[in-house]
């Protein structure tokens, strides 16, 4: 971390004055010379879980932290009564608080084969129904059984959904890419913009589309917009009645998805129990089943499970979800890193940011606690990132040199789904070297004697010894995954959604209601008739009327010359 800059208080209470005396005290200490004063730094640090594929690791050594950083972490925990919120998730729970509750995504893969319950009644019955009829969809539509309204099968799916009703499976989908079947493609719309819907249309037929109509409440006016759209292009195409055939629903509303004209036959359901970013393992993974197969799903569903099943069960110490959440406490909440960068090595996980900046900022994003008080501390910081070796040619720059710190998560993946000449050695090469050239950096004096060294005149070389000098010491944690699989994809989104919960009992709030996204939708449904309207827009500041006046004049003079 960039020295000098002042570090957040911290509450008032034993286990957070703990760490705030143990951060001063590590205060001076470079994790380079952790490293020089403990040859087994890695060994007692890293986690792992082990796979068919072979372990998958959680590497935080790279952190200025040490083993009594993770026990004084750990003595938060405690005081906060992790173990007790954990038990309460499994238990189902009515642990999202303001919409009293369950937050019970853990059921979806719950592949025990034992009982569930939440709230006295036993949810599984219910999941492996939906489960079954996914089944035999999927079957139908691959196996050509399932036939548009001409008699022709399915080639293209469309999803059309937004937030986690999109983001979950338009990224597993994506990572999933190897296991995805020749003739059948899987498309993702969200946008309200029109262009993302023509673009998605422009290159499909309608009597070979399937569209599925994915939203939790079936209100969300960007959904239900698009769904609209697509309906219109279809018939036109091909008649009222080939609706039917080319439309499904996934939701929890049966009365709204009826009212769009979907017949609830075609209804894959799901419960108020699952939140929206929560959801790819239920019926919003419709498309990944699709695309990917059933067996491909259930993998990684299997992958989530084994998540779970480790989740609740092991100490904290060896728990990889808590490890990772502690250590997203430590640099952010205790040492003040506004920022947490994600990079993935691994194309196939190029959407792993976008789903990640939902679960971790919608979830967390808050600044009350479950009491309705203003959180005392720093919750979840601004989350990014870009799949490596592409980030590295955008942003890593301020990763290495800028003023803000910003602790990343390597996502690696050691054997690649194509091992093409040497380009995944080179890609792992590049992962493994960032992390090390974060933590170690390059002094001043350094930089000029390489300079000196290549023959550069000794004024030129001391001038430009600051540029080129690199702090280090910038945290770094290594997520190495065998390969990816469907039941390593699984673990790792399950091993992200639980650090969330972690951070989110750490710090008093709620990670699974969303109420910040309210006003803005309130607002935006307010402002829409005054787009197309001759009177003077009200209740506005003055810079949100007069753009509303721009826009109409700026939207009239189109339409006129049109
Ligand atoms: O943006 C708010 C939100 O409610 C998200 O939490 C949710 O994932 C998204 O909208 C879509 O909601 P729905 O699935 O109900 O259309």
């Known amino acids: 971390m960039p020295q000098n800059r002042a570090f957040p208080e911290l509450p008032d209470s034993p286990a957070w004055q703990a760490l705030a005396r143990h951060r001063d005290?590590?205060?001076?200490?470079?994790?380079?010379?952790?490293?020089?004063?403990?040859?087994?730094?890695?060994?007692?640090l890293a986690l792992t879980l082990?796979?068919?594929e072979g372990p998958f690791l959680l590497d935080p050594s790279k952190n200025r932290m040490t083993a009594e950083t993770f026990d004084l972490l750990c003595a938060l925990a405690d005081e906060v009564n992790l173990a007790g919120a954990i038990q309460a998730m499994f238990a189902g729970v009515a642990i999202n608080e303001t919409e009293n509750r369950a937050a019970f995504h853990v059921a979806l893969r719950h592949l025990s084969g034992k009982p569930l319950p939440s709230g006295g009644v036993d949810v599984m019955p219910e999941v492996r129904k939906v489960l079954d009829k996914i089944t035999g969809f999927v079957s139908a539509v691959r196996g050509g059984v399932w036939l548009g309204a001409t008699g022709r099968a399915v080639t293209d799916v469309v999803n059309i959904g937004i937030g986690g009703s999109d983001l979950g499976p338009a990224m597993v989908v994506e990572a999933l890419g190897p296991y995805g079947r020749e003739g059948l493609s899987a498309h993702f719309v969200s946008n309200v913009d029109a262009t993302h819907m023509m673009r998605v249309l422009k290159r499909l037929d309608p009597e070979t589309t399937l569209f599925i109509v994915t939203s939790k409440t079936f209100t969300?006016?960007?959904?239900?917009?698009?769904a609209r759209t697509a309906r219109e292009w279809l018939v036109k195409a091909l008649g009222e009645a080939a609706v039917a055939k080319h439309f499904v629903a996934v939701s929890t509303n049966a009365a709204e998805v009826a009212k769009f004209g979907i017949d609830t036959v075609n209804m894959f359901g799901f419960w108020d129990w699952?939140?929206?970013?929560?959801s790819l393992w239920s019926a919003v993974g419709l498309s990944i089943a699709l695309a990917v197969?059933?067996?491909?799903f259930v993998g990684l569903l299997k992958g989530g499970f084994a998540m779970d099943e480790h989740f609740r069960s092991a100490p904290f110490a060896d728990n990889l979800p808590v490890a990772l959440a502690l250590v997203g406490i430590w640099n952010g909440t205790i040492l003040g890193a506004p920022c947490h960068a994600v990079l993935p090595y691994d194309q196939s996980l190029a959407r792993f940011p976008a789903f990640l900046q939902q679960l971790e900022m919608e979830s967390n994003g808050k600044g009350v606690t479950l009491a309705g008080l203003p959180v005392p501390t720093a919750t979840a910081p601004v989350l990014f990132g870009e799949p490596g070796t592409n980030g590295q040619h955008?942003?890593?720059?301020?990763?290495?040199?800028?003023?803000?710190?910003?602790?990343?998560?390597?996502?690696?993946?050691?054997?690649?789904?194509?091992?093409?000449?040497?380009?995944?050695?080179?890609?792992?090469a590049n992962a493994l070297a960032q992390t090390e050239a974060l933590m170690r950096g390059r002094t001043a004096a350094e930089a000029e004697a390489e300079m000196r060294a290549k023959g550069m005149d000794a004024a030129k070389a001391k001038a430009l010894a600051p540029h080129r000098a690199f702090p280090g010491d910038r945290p770094s944690t290594t997520i190495l995954i065998p390969r990816l699989t469907p039941e390593t994809l699984g673990m790792l989104i399950a091993l992200y959604e639980h650090k969330v919960y972690v951070q989110s009992v750490i710090w008093g709030i709620n990670a699974f209601d969303q109420w910040g996204v309210e006003l803005g939708k309130t607002l935006a449904s307010a402002i829409l008739p005054e787009l197309t309207s001759d009177a003077p827009p009200e209740g506005h500041d003055g810079s949100t009327a007069a753009l509303i006046d721009l826009v109409r004049a700026l939207r009239g003079e189109e339409s006129a010359g049109a």
């Open 293 to 296: 197969g059933m067996d491909t």
């Open 50 to 52: 082990d796979t068919d």
């Open 274 to 278: 699952v939140g929206g970013r929560y």
């Open 220 to 226: 969300t006016q960007e959904t239900l917009r698009n």
């Open 394 to 428: 955008s942003f890593y720059q301020m990763l290495h040199q800028g003023t803000l710190p910003v602790p990343a998560d390597f996502v690696v993946v050691a054997r690649s789904h194509h091992e093409v000449a040497d380009h995944q050695p080179m890609l792992l």
């Open 25 to 44: 005290a590590l205060a001076g200490t470079r994790t380079l010379d952790l490293f020089a004063a403990d040859p087994g730094r890695f060994d007692a």
